[in-house]
């Protein structure tokens, strides 16, 4: 049996291990309002990992906090994907 993804890990590893470039991940969640009701961020605009989500610094200076469930889909500019909630078509 797999082991389930665990996002807050993979987040504090591609901010936290020197080995990692967060600017290589994308991070697509759920966002209301938006064109296809979704938004992306690189894993460089992260600022803090909690428990059930993540802050980032938005493109105005601000913060902004997205919990886990929003998360769409996790993936790196090479376009391999780490992590795709299911039922979920990503289109865009």
Not at 5 to 26: A, C, G, M, Q, T
Not at 70 to 90: A, C, D
């Amino acid at each position: 049996m797999m082991k389930k993804f665990n996002i807050r890990d993979f987040l504090n590893k591609i901010i936290w291990d020197p080995r990692e470039k967060p600017k290589k991940y994308i991070i697509r969640y759920l966002s209301r309002g938006m064109p296809n009701n979704f938004a992306e961020i690189r894993g460089n605009m992260i600022i803090k990992v909690y428990h059930r989500g993540f802050e980032y610094k938005d493109l105005k200076g601000g913060k902004t906090y997205i919990p886990f469930h929003r998360i769409l889909e996790i993936r790196n500019s090479e376009g391999k994907v780490f992590y795709r909630k299911r039922n979920v078509s990503m289109h865009g």
